[in-house]
């Protein structure tokens, strides 16, 4: 059963990647003056559930100094918190602020306006099923994240 709805997966996917990707963006071309490496992180980012800075600099493949130091503009700009971990505070947590939220959404590689139509093409009923499949296999990204910080290719 996994089987089939992992081929399924990554057969339905790119077909929804490839009719609403963006070209990549520039800092000069967006309103919010993100770098392509700024819209990268904040995409790996929500605003509920935190992610420890370590693992992501370890799944984004940077080291630490040069995710602390991007971190630290972004959150300067009110688009990131950096907190220290409750538990051990040796460790810093990164979330998304709504203002990070809306410039992560605005810049997104996909076009919101090609979404809204590819949505449109759904009852209302599918729609929220669709954004609910969404947001549970997000939900499960993000614990695989943390699980499993940097995946490699294995064939």
Do not use: F
């Not at 904040?42 to 370590?54: F, K, N, S």
């Not at 538990?87 to 203002?99: A, C, F, M, V």
């Amino acid at each position: 059963m996994i089987r089939r709805l992992t081929r399924n997966l990554l057969r339905h996917y790119p077909q929804v990647y490839l009719a609403c990707h963006l070209e990549h963006t520039r800092p000069r071309t967006n309103h919010h003056r993100l770098t392509e490496r700024d819209v990268v992180l904040l995409g790996h980012l929500d605003e509920a559930a935190p992610i420890r800075a370590g693992l992501l600099a370890r799944h984004l493949g940077v080291g630490s100094p040069a995710l602390s130091a991007q971190v630290r503009r972004l959150e300067a700009r009110g688009y990131v918190t950096r907190t220290p971990r409750p538990r051990d505070r040796r460790h810093i947590e990164l979330r998304l602020t709504s203002l990070g939220a809306e410039a992560s959404g605005t810049t997104s590689i996909l076009d919101p306006g090609r979404v809204a139509a590819l949505l449109v093409q759904l009852t209302p009923a599918e729609r929220v099923r669709a954004i609910d499949g969404l947001a549970l296999l997000a939900r499960a990204a993000r614990q695989l994240q943390l699980k499993y910080p940097k995946l490699r290719r294995t064939s």
